[in-house]
């Protein structure tokens, strides 16, 4: 058991920021994550959002730290927040926490104080964790009818995102967030990506251009802003990651 995950690296909102001011100035605030994990991505964006230090700490998932199995023994999974000692799981749970725990800065994630948008924020945030990441991570995993199956459900679903964007609350909005990137833009965005890495990988097309317009649109300014940039990891490299999965899936759909 790898009893020591090691800071891979310091984050901080400033690009430029050096490793003796960090040294210096410790960080209160850990971040356990890995690095391809969409998760993990939600809350590295809402932090530099936010413009909060803090040290990562990256987990070998296949050998997981003692740290995450103490800080999160429910589920065991990552990210896992530790902030002054106490940890959060649960990457939502963790973008409210960010949300409270960091109050007056110039990004409030979940920006509004209306009951009813924060029930939509909530409402199609829990629809992207239960219907659609599901169902675009079952055409990753599965060939053949299976997959023709998945596929056509991810369309649904997309259209379904489509029709909230075109007639529904968050209608004529830039962001789900208004002009800012939000807390339902973070949940959607962080995973969005996939879409495009898991087309070429698996050879298929999930967004067929310019039939969810709203929707491409609104993901093409989200992946264009420089902390969405930089949190999110190279195509290459995640391109590279899938592909090695893929295999891997294949080798077992045969066996
Ligand atoms: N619902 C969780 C999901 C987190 C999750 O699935 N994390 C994965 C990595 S992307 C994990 O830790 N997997 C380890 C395992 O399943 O053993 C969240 O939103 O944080």
Redesign the pocket.
């Known amino acids: 058991m790898n009893s020591s995950p090691q800071p891979i690296q310091s984050q901080s909102p400033s690009s430029d920021a050096s490793p003796v001011a960090v040294e210096v100035n410790k960080p209160s605030v850990k971040l356990y994550g890995?690095w391809?994990?969409?998760?993990?991505h939600?809350v590295k964006l809402a932090l530099k959002l936010k413009g909060v230090e803090y040290e990562y700490m990256e987990?070998d998932?296949t050998n997981?730290s003692e740290q995450l199995l103490l800080y999160n023994p429910v589920?065991?999974?990552?990210?896992i927040l530790v902030h002054n000692e106490n940890p959060v799981?649960?990457?939502?749970v963790?973008l409210h926490y960010i949300d409270e725990a960091w109050t007056g800065t110039q990004h409030p994630i979940l920006s509004t104080t209306d009951p009813y948008e924060n029930a939509k924020i909530r409402f199609w945030s829990h629809f992207i964790?239960n219907k659609l990441g599901p169902s675009v991570g079952a055409v990753f995993q599965s060939v053949g009818e299976e997959q023709t199956a998945a596929v056509e459900q991810v369309h649904n679903y997309l259209k379904l995102l489509e029709d909230e964007l075109e007639h529904g609350f968050f209608k004529g909005r830039r962001f789900f967030g208004g002009e800012k990137i939000g807390f339902l833009d973070i949940v959607l965005g962080c995973g969005s990506y996939w879409l495009w890495v898991f087309e070429e990988v698996a050879g298929i097309k999930l967004v067929d251009s310019g039939t969810y317009p709203r929707f491409e649109s609104w993901l093409r300014d989200f992946e264009e802003q420089n902390e969405v940039k930089e949190t999110i990891p190279a195509t290459d490299k995640l391109l590279e990651y899938a592909k090695g999965l893929r295999q891997i899936i294949l080798e077992h759909v045969k066996a």
Do not use: G, N, W
């Open positions: 890995s391809a994990s969409s998760y993990t939600r987990e998932l997981k589920h065991k999974k990552i990210p799981a649960e990457s939502m963790i964790d």
